[in-house]
């Protein structure tokens, strides 16, 4: 079992930055490829990036490619996502994931672990 818990949500202006972070229990954390995804009100969970078991790969939307990075440290179970040059349409609820394989993937369905997620709002 893996329990993922999300912090580093909040107000920023448009144009600033946030990073996440998502602390994990579990000593099987470092096998699994992670996620981020977020979901704002009324819409379906989408994707945002991914990043394999040993942090060698990386998959992200292209809403956020070239804004976004995700990394992990194993040694310590954590997960991050360096949030840059963020617009109002970033504004959502971002969670983390985790599934039991090593590979990346855009697929919710494929992620059997979730945070409670946390609240990232971006307005002047």
């Known amino acids: 079992q893996v329990q993922l818990v999300e912090s580093g949500g909040g107000l920023v202006q448009p144009g600033g930055s946030l990073r996440l972070s998502c602390a994990a229990s579990?000593?099987?954390?470092?096998?699994?490829?992670t996620g981020w995804f977020r979901q704002t009100p009324g819409k379906e969970r989408e994707f945002v990036a991914s990043?394999?078991?040993?942090?060698?790969?990386?998959a992200y939307a292209d809403s956020v490619k070239g804004r976004f990075s995700i990394s992990r440290d194993n040694a310590k179970n954590i997960l991050w996502l360096q949030m840059n040059s963020l617009k109002p349409e970033d504004t959502a609820v971002y969670y983390c994931?985790?599934?039991?394989?090593?590979?990346?993937?855009?697929?919710?369905?494929?992620?059997?672990?979730w945070g409670q997620g946390t609240q990232v709002t971006v307005s002047s």
């Open positions: 994931a985790a599934r039991t394989d090593v590979r990346v993937s855009a697929e919710e369905s494929e992620y059997a672990y």
């Open positions: 579990g000593s099987t954390f470092r096998w699994y490829a």
């Open positions: 990043i394999s078991w040993t942090g060698g790969s990386t």
